[in-house]
């Protein structure tokens, strides 16, 4: 199994430019989300799907970040315009059950740099 | 709303020494509880888990105990070694409206092992 699978691994880009971090699953997991990881707030949870569909964004901060699911293998997160304040890690992370009881598998993150 | 307090650090500690990290947790009803540790550069991974009230979660000579009287999930281990050093989270599940369920994670505890 080849876990979950992020890319690009490292982003450094200007402040403006769009931004999109790709997210693969683990084959099987109905469930997928999306954190971020700053030395300041430390993890956060920014959104999170279900079955394709997203159940809970109240984490994403703001109209300039949006995250979308087209398919049980695929997912992006996009933030248009970038500004510095986003420089962070990203990570995904997906579960196979929605008992509670079931681990989330991390990725091996995107680090951001919005310069 | 759900949370998890643990400990702050960093904790150094040396080698073969014994390895506390507190973590409380404030729920509604029956939460499974989580340690996940974090390499330097990469993403979480589980470390053990506890899904009912007196389990004893257990990995890599690691333990911890689910006490719903006192609501508290304290990592342990006998004897540490410098490949311990890492970041730990304690984390909580939460059922969502709208199904599946997130983690809550405490902000992290830094642990230094020396020789």
């Known amino acids: 199994d080849a876990g979950v699978i992020q890319s690009p691994r490292h982003e450094v880009t200007e402040m403006g430019q769009e931004v999109t971090l790709r997210c693969k699953p683990i084959s099987g997991h109905n469930s997928l989300f999306w954190y971020r990881q700053t030395m300041m707030r430390g993890l956060e949870l920014l959104i999170y799907f279900n079955n394709n569909v997203p159940i809970d964004d109240s984490g994403m901060p703001e109209d300039r970040f949006s995250a979308k699911m087209p398919n049980a293998s695929f997912s992006t997160l996009k933030i248009q315009p970038s500004e510095p304040r986003d420089s962070a890690v990203y990570f995904c992370a997906s579960t196979e059950r929605t008992s509670g009881r079931h681990e989330q598998f991390f990725g091996p993150g995107t680090r951001l740099t919005v310069l | 709303g759900d949370s998890v307090t643990q400990m702050e650090g960093p904790v150094t500690l040396s080698e073969e020494a014994f390895l506390t990290i507190n973590c409380t947790y404030t729920a509604t009803g029956y939460p499974s509880l989580f340690w996940y540790v974090q390499y330097p550069g990469e993403g979480l991974q589980l470390l053990l888990k506890a899904t009912k009230a007196d389990d004893k979660g257990s990995n890599k000579g690691f333990e911890a105990t689910y006490r719903k009287e006192t609501t508290s999930f304290h990592l342990e281990k006998g004897s540490v070694q410098v490949s311990d050093s890492a970041v730990y989270f304690c984390?909580?599940?939460?059922?969502?409206?709208?199904?599946?369920?997130?983690?809550?994670f405490g902000t992290g505890t830094q642990l230094k092992v020396e020789l």
């Open positions: 984390a909580l599940s939460t059922i969502l409206t709208g199904g599946g369920n997130k983690l809550t």
